[in-house]
C-alpha cells in the first residue's frame, strides 16, 4: 500500500495537530512522537513512509572508529538505501547524549531525495542541518559520535520513537509542532478527513480573528454556522 | 485588590529577574514558574492577574471529542470568561506530552483583550501561536489534543503551575525568561521596588560596558558610587 | 602549559564534533558538556582554558542578599579575577531553577576580555546576554537570584559540569551543537589532528552535496577519493 | 451509589493486575496510580471509596507551622473527616520531597476507621506507619513538614494522583503490586468479573505449577481446559 | 559457544560488583543494567545464558486481549522457547508504567526450568513472583497489562536492557546488586579472573573485619599481604 | 564546636522528621537528602560529625585500576582518615550509575569506629553492607567500580549531598526516613528543641491511640491537654 501522490499532497497541508485529532477519534493516543522538533522552521508539513534504523546501546569493543570502514554498518546503509522520498526514523531510545547522525549523513540523504529524517535522539554538526532544505527532527544537538552510546542494529523494523510505535511504511507528517505517525491503512482516510477538518478550522480561525465567539462555532453546535461555513467553501474554493 | 494602572505600568517595564529578587527579600523563593518560555520574543513584560485553570489526568470515558459539544466545557469557559486585562494561568501538571490549548482558542483569548497565556504543558498549533501578539508561555509544542491526557475541571481555584503557587488574582509577569507570579497583596509595593531597582540596574549596566568594576559598584557598597548614581538619575529623568 | 595562540586560532575553526571524535579515538567518552546550548548562535567556535566556579547547594541563612556586599563572595571573586581569554565554567549540579548569573555579570566579563561563559544552569536576564559578543551557553533561562539555590563555594577548583570533568586549564570550546572540554596536555594534538579532519570533512561535505555517495568517501576506503583530497587540499590551499 | 458490602468483599479477593485487566477491557488505560507502594506487606487488598485531599506548592507566608492551629486547616480536617471505610488519595503532584503526612495523622486515621491511605509523594515516619495494622501507600519516605512544599488547599475535589485520575466516591484497591481507581458506577461489574477471573487464574496457576503449558490455557483457545476449569469449580467451590 | 558448567559453577559464586570490575578492565563501562533489583533476595548468583524479547510502545489496534489467543504472541512464544538454563531478558525500553509480565508467565517459565528473568519495567504480581525459587528482576511493581504500553515485537534479537547492551548468547549474572551482562565469547576468562579476585577480596575482608588497615592491601601494594594471601589460600583451599 | 555527648546521645533518640521541623522553625528546607535510604532498618538514630568526600565525573585516563595503588587516592584516604564518630558524607553527584565504595571500605570504616556513612549514589556489595551494625544510606545498590563514572577529588570540602548543603562538622542525623543535616552552630539548641518535640510527640501518638481527636492536641491548642502532657511527663519521667 504505497503512499499515493494525492495523499501526501493532502498530508503537506494539514498539521499534526489535526492529525492527531483524526487519529484520536478512531482510538489512537501515542503517535505523536514526544520531545523532537524541526531544526528549521518548516513552511510546508513534511510527509513520507517510514524507513527505520534502530540504535541499541552501544558496546565498547563493537564500537570502534574502524567500524565505518563497513559499507554494511546499518547506519550508512540506512543512509545509502533510504528510498526517496520516505522519512528515515531513527530510534535512538530517546537518548540526545550522542549523536544519531550528522551533516554529512543528512546531506546525503537530501541529495538522496530522501523526504526527512527523524531521531529521538541529536543530530550533531546541527547548524549545519539547519541550513539544508530537507527537514530534520530531534531533540537537542549532540556533538558526540554515534558509536559513543549507539551502535546501529537493525534496518526497517518496527521500533519505538520518542514513545510513539512506528511499522515500516506507516506514514510520517512533521511540522513545527513535531511529528506524527499515521498507520499505513489509515493514510487515505486520515488525509481526507483532515483536508476537510483543515477546512473548518481555517474557517473558524478567520471567524475568531474577526471577533466571533468559539461558543457554538468550535465545535459548530449552532448550525448558523455551519450554513456560513458552506458559504465560505464556496467563496474559497475549499 | 485590583491590579492598579499604575502598578501594571510599571511592572510592564521590569525584569522577571527583578522581581524574584524582590520577592526573594521578603522569603519568597518558589514564585517562579519553572521550565516555561514564550513563543515569541517580547519587548516588554505580559502584566495581568491570574485567572486559572485547572487540569487534571484524563478518563477515557469522559474525554471524547463530543465534550467540546458542551459550552459549560472548563477549558472552553475559560477561554470566553477570562477577564480582559487578566493572564490566563494553566496547571497542566507539568506534562506537555498533550496539548494544554491550540490556535484558535489562543486567538480568541487574544480578541478578547486577555493579556496572556501560561501553560506548565505545551500548545498544538505552537508555530501559528508564535505569530499572534498576546504573549504566550509554554514548555514546549504538543500536537495531541488535551483530551489525550488532560480533564480541564475547575476554573479559577489556586493551583500550581510549573511548581509555583498560582492564586486567582495574583499577578502575573512574563519576559523572556519565563514567568512569576507576585503575591496580589505584595503587588504595589513590589512594583514600586523593582522600578527603584531597575532604575540602579541600568545605571550599572551602562557603567559596566564603559568599563567599571562591579566591585563597589553592583551592589553599592561604594558610596561614590551612589553619588554618581543621583547624578545620572537627574540626568536621565529616572 | 598555557594555550598557544596556534592551537587557539586552529580550535577557533573546527567543531566539537570534529573534536568529540578525535577524543573518541583516544578513550574520551564523557567531554561533552551535556544539555547546554549557546545563546546566541556562534559564527566561530569559543576557545579558552577553563577557569572554575563551584556552587553547592545554597543554606539559607547564609545566602541573604547581603552577601554581594563582600567583594571575596566567589562568585563576584570569579567575575573580576576569571584572566582575559579564559572561559569561566559554573558547575550548578545541573539545576536551572535557579540563575547561575545575570546580565550584568555576564557583561562585566566580556568586558574584562573573558572569551566565554558556561553554566550548566540557567543565566537570568537572557535576552540581554544574547546580545553580548561574548558567547555564554547554559541549559535554559531562570529569574530567581542564584542564591535561592546555589552557594558560591570554590573558585578554579576540578568540577562537573553537564556530567563533563572539567579540570582549570583545559581547554574548552564551543560552537551551536554545545561545549567540549579538551583535557589540557591534548590541546596541540587534538587541534592539530581536527584541523586535518576538518579539512577532509569539508571536501567529503562539497563532494556529497554534488552527489557524491559515502561509500568509499566517508570513511575512506576507497583510495581514488584520497588521491581527489589531495588534488582539492592543493587546489583550495588546505 | 456507595459501595456495596458485597462488592467491597469481593474486591479484597481479587489483585489489582486482575482489575487493571478488567479496565483495560473496557478502555481504560490510566487509573493505576503510578510509582506508588505499601508501606508494609499486605494479605488482602486495601477496599474503600476515594476522599481526596489536594496539595498545591506552598507559599512560604501561607505555610508557616501556625497554621496547624487552625482546625479548618484542610489537612488536619480530611484527616478527621474522611469517612470510615474510605481511603485518603492525596494528590502530591508526584513530589515526595516533603511529606504528605506522618505517623500520627496517619494513625489518626486508622483509629477513625479510615480502609487506608494514599499519596504520590512520600510519608514521614514511615517505619511507624509501616507498623500500623491500616495499609498505607507512598513513593518514599520523606522527612520534611508537608509545609516545605505542600499547601493542602481542597478536600474531596477531583485530583490527579501518580498520572491516575481519582474521582470522590470511586473505589481504590491496593496491594503490593500498588494501587488502582475503579470509577464508581464500574464498580459491582468489574468486582463480579474480576472474581471470575480470579478463579480461573487460580486454576491456571496450578495448573502451572504442575507443570502444564500456559499453550490453550491461558488464555483458554483450547476447550479441553475449560472442561477441566468447570471440574476444577465444583471440586473447589468457586 | 555454549556456557560451559565450570563457568556457569563459577559464576554462581561470584559477585557483580567483582565481574563489573573484571570488565572494567577491558574496557566495558555499560554492561551493568541500570536500576532493577530482585524481587525475593538471592543467596547465589542467576546465571544464564542471554535469550531475549523486544518490546516496541504499544500501538492501540493491534494490542487488544484477543491478541493473547495467538500461539504465536511474541511474549508468549518466548515464555514457551526460552531454552532451559537462560535467563529471559526483556527490553521494556525502561518503562515500569505496565507489566512486561505476571505470575502465571514467571511460573511457567520456572516449570520450564529457565535460570531467571530481567526486565527493566516492572511485573504484575510481584508479591508472588517473589516466592518462587526462579530469580526476577525488574525495577518497580506494576499491575496493568503489558498491553497497555508495550508490544511484544521481536524473540532472540540484540536489546538494550537498562541502558546495557545485550546479544543473544551473552551470559546474565544476578546478584542482590543487580544484573551484569558479559560478552559471550569473554566468559570463560572473566568467570575465571572473577573467582580469583573473589579468593583476595574475601581474604581482605576477613583480614579487616579483624582491624587491618586496607593501605597495602587493598590492592596489594605491600607484598607481604601477597605472602599472607598465599598461606591463606592454603589453609582454606582456594 | 566538636559534638557533644550529651547532644550525640539526645540526637539518637529524635527523628529526622521531628529534626526537619525544628530546622523548619528557623527558616532551613533544604537540609535533609533527598532520595537516600537505609541498607538495613535503624533501631536508633544514626548520629555523627559530618567528613566529606567529593566526586566529580570521572575522566578516563585519570581512573584506570591502578589509581587505588596511590595511598592518597582522596577514597581511600577518607576510608582510613575519616575520624571515628564521625559520618562520611559522599557527593556522588546523585548518580547511582556507578558505585560510591563497597563491602570493603564499608567494613573498614565500621572497624574504625566511624558512625555511618551516607551517599547520594549507591553501594556495590549492598547486601553485605546491610549485614553490617554500621549505618549506611544510599539510593540503590550499585555493581560498578566508582571510576566508571566518578573521581574522587576532594576531602573534607562542603559539598552537596542529595541536593542538601554539607559542611564539614555539620551534623548528621539518620533514621529509617533518611538523613537530615544540622547546622554545627545549631546542633545543642536544635537537640534540646527535638527532645521536648519528641516528648510531646509521644504523649500524642499515645492519646490518638487510644482514640482521641488531633483536634486541640496537635497542636495543643486546648489548654487541656498540656496540663495532660504535664502529667504524663511527670508520670513517665520525661
Chains 1, 2, 3, 4, 5, 6 share one sequence.
Not at 1 to 30: C, H, I, N, Q
Not at 106 to 113: D, E, H, I, N, S
Not at 157 to 168: N, S, Y
Request: glycine residues 8%; hydrophobic residues 40%.
Amino acid at each position: 500500500m504505497p503512499l499515493s501522490p494525492e495523499t501526501r499532497d493532502k498530508l503537506k497541508r494539514v498539521s499534526t495537530a489535526t492529525l492527531a485529532t483524526a487519529l484520536y477519534k478512531r482510538g489512537f493516543r501515542t503517535q505523536f512522537i514526544q520531545d523532537v522538533k524541526p531544526l528549521h522552521p518548516l513552511t510546508e508539513s513534511m510527509v513520507g513512509e517510514a524507513y527505520t534504523l534502530r540504535y541499541m546501546p552501544a558496546r565498547e569493543d563493537l564500537n570502534q572508529l574502524t567500524v565505518f570502514r563497513d559499507p554494511s554498518h546499518p547506519q550508512r546503509k540506512a543512509v545509502e538505501e533510504c528510498p526517496p522520498g520516505a522519512v528515515l526514523v531513527m530510534d535512538s531510545r530517546k537518548d540526545p547524549r550522542a549523536a544519531s547522525a550528522g551533516g554529512i549523513l543528512v546531506t546525503r540523504l537530501m541529495m538522496r531525495g530522501v523526504a526527512g529524517v527523524v531521531t529521538d535522539g541529536g543530530f550533531r554538526d546541527a547548524a549545519e542541518i539547519a541550513t539544508l532544505s530537507m527537514p530534520a527532527f530531534h531533540s537537542r544537538p549532540s556533538a558526540p559520535t554515534n558509536l559513543t552510546l549507539h551502535q546501529a542494529i537493525d534496518i526497517n523494523v518496527p521500533i519505538g520513537c520518542g514513545d510513539a510505535p512506528v511499522f515500516p511504511g506507516d506514514v510520517v507528517v512533521g511540522d513545527n509542532d513535531g511529528v506524527i505517525i499515521i498507520p499505513a491503512h489509515l493514510a487515505d482516510e486520515i488525509a481526507a478527513e483532515a483536508t476537510e477538518m483543515t477546512a473548518y478550522e481555517d474557517f473558524v480561525t478567520e471567524r475568531v480573528r474577526s471577533g466571533h465567539t468559539i461558543r457554538g462555532l468550535y465545535p459548530a453546535t449552532d448550525g448558523a454556522n455551519l450554513k456560513e461555513f458552506a458559504a465560505w467553501r464556496a467563496k474559497n474554493g475549499r
